[in-house]
């Protein structure tokens, strides 16, 4: 009987320092809080309006496709055309250089949820268009990302920024 008895404590204690040890073993990564990626999350978790960031989430990774508009592709004024449309109703035009034209310049200090960031990568015209989140962050529809959260803050999108605003 004492055999038994040791032999049964024995398994206990040796489950208990098996279950220790692996547990010891184990550790939880995190993002650091610094990381592209963490701050684009951030920024989708900061929006104030859930219908937007619905609408973010169902087009997220849609390829680019010019003159796409629809799930098999879109292009920049395309996406930015149905946001504004779905969660604003406001009607935009369908391509970007007329899209600026109807926005109402801000600093790039003064954006609010929903206003639009105008680039041209291209020379004088505008030619890409994005919808500003917050924390210098917004969205568009990358050529070669498809629609994606990015960074304005970016020296890439700093140069080429021409414009600025709401559409109210």
Known sequence: MPFTFHLK????YLIALLIFLASC???KYTVKSDTKASKAADAMANLQS??????ITDWTGVKYRFGGLDKDGIDCSGFA???EKEIYGVTLPRISREQANVVKRKNIDNLKEGDLVFFSFGGNDVDHVGVYLNNGFFVHASTTRGVIV???TLPAYQRVLVKSGSVN
């Not at 859930?50 to 609408?55: A, G, I, Q, S, V």
């Open 9 to 12: 404590r024995n398994v206990f």
């Open 25 to 27: 073993g184990t550790r």
């Open 50 to 55: 859930k219908p937007l960031y619905r609408f």
């Open 81 to 83: 055309f149905l946001l």
């Open 150 to 152: 990015d960074d304005l």
